[in-house]
């Protein structure tokens, strides 16, 4: 069953706890990215765990083996639940966060960020791109082989990587918002309802609840429309 993470991409965590303690029990995870975790450093991610929330860990890694391998440890010794890392570190550098997560947290690689549609991830790999769809399978299946769960991916991929990756794979997909909110700078989205029947496993959603006037009624309304 498909579950929501709400990303807490605000700058201070008082702020990011607050939305926590308005949210209540209707989520259990949140997500901690850049913004926040140089705001506060690893303490936000115990902050959380000691509420009982499970922590996705956003930081997209992208280094040497060792180093890459050394973060995912810290990770899991700090509780996080699941790290992003960079499909384009390569076959050693997933291999070696696999082998430090050791079954103790999830690991979901990065391919094509969200923001990206085909002509500008085309300029970053420097050749004409005519389906971004085709080349996230080609690096997802890398990440799966090198011992991965799974990846993070836009709406719109997640039925050929579904049937590219089978069912054990886990699909993290932001990008969603409901009929009617902003974008953003989201390109490739897709309402909750969307993503959950494509195979979505871990649905992330930001802004339409941390900026919300009532953000339980707003992860609320998410949920009843996953389930749908």
């Known amino acids: 069953m498909a579950e929501l993470?709400?990303?807490?991409?605000?700058?201070?965590?008082?702020?990011?706890?607050?939305v926590v303690e308005r949210v209540g029990d209707a989520v259990l995870w949140y997500k901690v990215g850049p913004v926040l975790f140089v705001a506060e450093g690893?303490?936000?991610?115990r902050d959380l765990?000691?509420?009982?929330?499970?922590?996705?860990?956003?930081?997209?890694w992208h280094d040497i083996p060792t180093t890459v391998?050394?973060?995912?440890?810290?990770?899991?010794?700090?509780?996080?639940?699941?790290?992003?890392?960079?499909l384009a570190g390569g076959m050693a550098m997933l291999r070696a966060a696999a082998d430090a997560a050791a079954g103790r947290l999830?690991?979901?690689?990065?391919?094509v960020l969200t923001s990206l549609d085909a002509p500008s991830y085309g300029e970053i790999v420097g050749r004409t791109v005519d389906d971004v769809g085709a080349e996230l399978v080609r690096l997802a299946?890398?990440?799966?082989?090198?011992?991965?769960?799974?990846?993070?991916?836009?709406?719109?991929?997640?039925?050929?990587?579904?049937?590219?990756?089978?069912?054990?794979?886990?699909?993290?997909?932001?990008?969603v918002r409901r009929p009617g909110d902003a974008t953003q700078d989201q390109v490739?989205?897709?309402t909750p309802r969307e993503a959950v029947a494509a195979g979505a496993d871990l649905l992330v959603v930001g802004r339409p609840v941390t900026s919300a006037a009532d953000?339980?009624?707003?992860?609320?309304?998410?949920?009843?429309?996953?389930?749908?």
């Open 5 to 18: 993470i709400v990303a807490l991409d605000l700058p201070t965590g008082a702020a990011a706890l607050r």
């Open 188 to 190: 490739r989205t897709a």
């Open 49 to 60: 765990v000691s509420r009982g929330r499970r922590v996705f860990l956003d930081l997209k």
């Open 106 to 111: 999830r690991l979901a690689g990065v391919g």
């Open 141 to 175: 299946r890398m990440g799966v082989a090198a011992g991965l769960d799974g990846v993070v991916t836009s709406p719109r991929e997640l039925g050929a990587l579904r049937a590219a990756l089978g069912p054990r794979a886990l699909l993290v997909v932001p990008g």
């Open 42 to 45: 690893p303490s936000i991610v």
């Open 215 to 228: 953000p339980r009624s707003a992860a609320l309304a998410i949920l009843e429309d996953m389930a749908t």
């Open 69 to 86: 391998g050394g973060a995912v440890e810290q990770a899991a010794v700090l509780g996080a639940s699941l790290v992003t890392l960079h």
